[in-house]
């Protein structure tokens, strides 16, 4: 009587467990559908204008540094 | 034909880290939208955020080491072009670090559920801007070069030790929502070990070095205008 007892409550854990499992194979939401219908590549897009614009901006600056030091350079 | 723009020569052997610097961020900006990622709970896609947020705080310690040297070369030479370089590697490290905080506070609202939260490191972060940000109220405050350049450069070394106290040491020592620190496992444990490591190793590189070229930029222009001063 004492093990059938014994049985009977692992059995009704190992429901339990059954149910804790269904929540490790939960889909967790990403953006494939932005990957899917291409717009993933409209965000892609934007930030690299983006950076690359202001890398612009940068390389002008440094070419005109440039430019200020070989003046004071032929000066002296 | 007449060029449309006066091409300054750019000597290759000389600027080639800038031309990397630039494709190592390209590459993290496209690779880190384009290459799949692992689907993780609350994180979503923002887990994507690892490649910006946590590079550029990287890149910043980086850099801020590079001002640390400087300050404590400029002690033991006295030459002041080491002094030129702490301070514009400061100016650049602060300026990562408000990017690092800013990237952090939107990741934080659409994670945390709050913009901010009273956390030791987010705390420790925020602490280590506003010693940065001392360091040049210092440096305003003192007018003869040789004396700022000597008071900022030992004010340099107890601001780097500091600032990796708050963010390094004392975040792992308590309790903290942030992930790596106070008992909550850090990216590294399971996500780092695939294609993420692909793209965030890179970006720390390319971060740097794209810090370290508007540094080169601004020290150079600092020498100009202290020559400027002087004729």
């Known amino acids: 009587m004492k093990t059938l007892k014994i049985y009977a409550l692992i059995a009704l854990l190992l429901m339990f467990f059954q149910t804790a499992m269904a929540q490790a194979t939960e889909k967790v939401e990403m953006a494939d559908i932005m990957h899917q219908n291409g717009k993933i590549y409209v965000v892609v897009g934007v930030l690299v204008i983006i950076f690359l614009g202001i890398?612009?901006?940068l390389?002008?600056?440094d070419r005109?540094?440039?430019?200020?030091?070989?003046?004071?350079k032929t000066k002296d | 034909m007449r060029p449309l723009v006066n091409v300054a020569p750019i000597e290759m052997k000389k600027n080639w880290w800038k031309i990397l610097a630039v494709a190592l961020v390209l590459y993290a900006i496209i690779g880190g939208f384009l290459i799949n990622v692992p689907a993780l709970p609350i994180l979503h896609e923002t887990i994507r955020n690892l490649y910006y947020h946590v590079t550029m705080w990287f890149a910043m310690i980086i850099i801020l080491l590079v001002s640390l040297i400087c300050s404590i070369m400029y002690l033991?030479?006295?030459?002041?072009k080491y002094d030129h370089i702490a301070t514009e590697a400061a100016s650049v490290g602060l300026f990562l670090g408000l990017l690092g905080i800013a990237?952090?506070?939107?990741?934080?609202q659409f994670t945390w559920g709050s913009w901010w939260v009273n956390d030791a490191k987010l705390n420790g972060a925020a602490i280590s801007v506003l010693i940065y940000l001392a360091y040049f109220v210092l440096r305003g405050s003192l007018e003869d070069v040789e004396k700022r350049a000597r008071v900022s450069a030992v004010y340099n070394i107890f601001a780097y030790v500091m600032m990796l106290v708050f963010i390094m040491v004392l975040p792992r020592m308590t309790d903290s929502l942030h992930p790596g620190n106070g008992g909550n496992p850090g990216f590294s444990n399971y996500d780092l070990d695939n294609n993420m490591r692909k793209v965030f190793y890179p970006a720390i590189l390319g971060w740097t070095l794209l810090g370290v070229w508007i540094m080169n930029i601004r020290v150079r222009l600092r020498k100009l205008q202290m020559e400027n001063l002087e004729n």
Request: hydrophobic letters at 50%; charged letters at 20%.
């Open chain 1, 59 to 61: 390389i002008s600056i």
């Open chain 1, 55 to 57: 890398v612009g901006y």
């Open chain 2, 76 to 80: 033991a030479t006295s030459n002041v």
């Open chain 2, 103 to 108: 990237t952090g506070m939107l990741w934080a």
């Open chain 1, 64 to 72: 005109k540094l440039f430019k200020l030091e070989k003046e004071l």
